[in-house]
């Protein structure tokens, strides 16, 4: 036994070590109590349903060195805690995730568990499709929620697209969610959905720099998205409307850059989504609307086309 240390202790180390290396905090965890504790449950294999008493049983010292390792190497690395054990959990489901995707976050979980209810009825729901699928985290817990959908997982990343294989696999739900190499639309021509959902790359690239290390471990392909951020969300919303059924939702994260996308559509009526478990930036806008708001989409688009092309001929 490695002189009455247990896991409540390591978790305090951990903190400790964490609070004074000046750890970022936004990846599954928000403080740094939280972020060792998981590292430490990990690997021990503790479960946060077994009982608090299991925190204080004494450790053997292979176990105590394993669980400092864990603990140094995120404070040396900066690396995500996910990326050090492999794993994340979403909509209550666990991840395999490494470098080659984003860590999954999105508060789009809520609504997934939800069934997207009360904006659309979940027993219509047929055909999804999670677009810049990343993990795989939303097509797959989109497949548990509607037993009866089938779910396109689309991503321009091959890499991306091979985590989200693993995952699929790993849920058993290859028979319904179909991974789909596609830039945007591009691969999905002729596709009608009943429900598009996307948490798409929404980063500034100037804000890239003043990230925290840990983001910058993170994919950048996965992150930034123009000079505001705003270049997939635009060409989302441009194109939706073809590929949503009459009676269809489109869902958006764009996180705290809501106010850039809504200067850019000031006319739009977009929905944005409140959320019981935290998180923010997430919009709503049914068929319709996207239809009515067409012109307004294009018009921006080109804009944005013409103001690009102006920059590259100075």
């Not at 997207?116 to 999670?130: A, G, N």
Request: proline residues 5%.
């Amino acid at each position: 036994m490695a002189a009455g240390m247990t896991a409540r202790k390591l978790i305090r180390q951990g903190a400790a070590l964490f609070t004074r290396e000046g750890l970022a905090f936004a990846h599954g965890t928000d403080n740094a109590e939280d972020e060792a504790a998981a590292l430490v449950l990990h690997t021990l294999g503790i479960g946060y349903d077994q009982p608090d008493s299991m925190l204080d049983q004494p450790l053997t010292t292979g176990q105590c060195a394993a669980v400092q390792s864990l603990l140094e190497a995120r404070a040396s690395t900066r690396k995500p805690a996910a990326y050090l054990v492999n794993e994340a959990w979403f909509a209550g489901l666990p991840f395999y995730v490494d470098e080659r995707v984003l860590v999954p976050r999105s508060p789009i979980a809520e609504l997934i568990e939800a069934g997207f209810y009360p904006w659309i009825e979940p027993q219509r729901v047929r055909r999804v499709l999670d677009l810049c699928t990343g993990s795989g985290c939303i097509a797959v817990a989109t497949a548990f929620a509607f037993p009866d959908a089938e779910i396109d997982a689309a991503d321009l990343s091959a890499d991306a697209l091979d985590v989200a294989r693993i995952n699929i696999r790993r849920h058993g739900v290859e028979e319904r969610v179909n991974p789909v190499a596609s830039d945007v639309f591009s691969g999905l021509a002729g596709q009608v959905y009943d429900v598009i959902v996307s948490n798409p790359p929404y980063v500034p690239a100037r804000e890239m720099e003043q990230l925290a290390v840990e983001f910058r471990h993170e994919p950048e392909l996965g992150l930034v998205a123009g000079i505001d951020g705003m270049d997939i969300v635009v060409r989302i919303l441009q194109d939706a409307a073809q590929y949503l059924a009459d009676s269809g939702i489109l869902v958006v994260e764009v996180g705290h850059y809501r106010d850039i996308l809504t200067a850019l559509f000031p006319e739009v009526p977009f929905l944005w989504l409140d959320f019981e478990y935290g998180g923010e930036g997430v919009f709503l806008l049914d068929a319709g609307q996207l239809d009515a708001c067409r012109e307004s989409f294009n018009q921006v688009a080109r804009g944005r086309l013409q103001s690009r092309a102006a920059a590259g001929e100075a």
